[in-house]
């Protein structure tokens, strides 16, 4: 029989302590706090400042769309505008496109 245990070592059930359950859940919530702050939170105060951005879109407004054209507002609906790109020429466009509200007198200088 030692010859056994030489081979085979008895296992003892461990008790888990508070410390010890609290050090394993550790790397988790320091995970998340990362995440948060370097991911969830820059993101959602992205999408507020746009989404105000959005809503304070006016006629006169110079804006530049996801697409890149450049343009003048010339009529703001619910959720479309009317931008003029060129003489005579608008384009009607979903507000939530709408990427950058531009200084004034930014078309003249293009």
């Known amino acids: 029989m030692n010859l056994m245990n030489f081979f085979i070592s008895n296992a ?3 008790s888990a302590t508070s410390t010890e359950s609290l050090l394993s859940l550790a790397p988790l919530v320091l995970i998340f706090i990362v995440f948060y702050f370097l991911l969830i939170r820059p993101q959602s105060k ?3 400042e746009h989404r105000e951005m959005v809503e304070n879109i006016s ?3 110079e804006v530049t769309t996801a697409g890149g054209m450049l ?3 010339t009529e703001v609906k619910d959720n ?3 931008i003029q790109v060129a003489d005579n020429v608008e384009v009607t466009v979903q507000k939530h496109t709408i990427g950058a509200v531009m200084p004034k007198g930014t078309i003249k200088s293009v």
């Open 46 to 48: 992205r999408q507020k």
């Open 71 to 73: 343009g003048k507002v």
């Open 12 to 14: 003892y059930a461990q």
């Open 59 to 61: 006629k006169g407004d």
């Open 80 to 82: 479309f505008v009317k």
